[in-house]
């Protein structure tokens, strides 16, 4: 877009999207997420704000690799782990950030990751996480 207001020069809207997939695994192989950017933050006085669902299925990606801060509850330990908050696989749900560059060398950025297990069992259940991150990047 040529323009909004509080951005100033053009405003960029991005869409994105991956899909994975594990072909050695019979099932629950499957990985994708899609999201959408508002803005480009980075120089000074720019923003943007970003949406993003993930959804990575049981045995779709080796579960030491993934992003520890998109995890899940667990309420009991499942066979080899431990109760409380997972990151791995088997994780679905929601990332929110925004961010804002009062200068050019710093970003400030806020994240919700609202998050639960895609297949849970009754002793399972109540997986939902939501959790908060607040980031300031300095660039030298």
Do not use: C
Request: glycine content about 12%; hydrophobic content about 35%.
């Amino acid at each position: 877009m040529d323009s909004v207001p509080m951005y100033s020069g053009p405003f960029p809207i991005s869409l994105f999207g991956e899909y994975l997939n594990n072909p050695a695994a019979q099932r629950k192989n499957d990985g994708w997420a899609v999201g959408i950017v508002f803005g480009k933050s980075g120089n000074k006085g720019l923003w943007d704000i970003s949406h993003q669902y993930r959804f990575l299925a049981a045995d779709a990606w080796y579960e030491e690799f993934t992003e520890s801060d998109f995890g899940a509850n667990y309420v009991a330990a499942p066979i080899g782990g431990s109760r409380g908050y997972g990151n791995g696989t088997n994780v679905r749900g929601h990332i929110v950030r925004g961010q804002f560059s009062p200068y050019d060398h710093l970003t400030f950025a806020v994240t919700y990751f609202l998050t639960e297990l895609i297949d849970e069992t009754p002793d399972l259940s109540d997986s939902g996480t939501g959790r908060l991150q607040v980031d300031a990047t300095l660039k030298f």
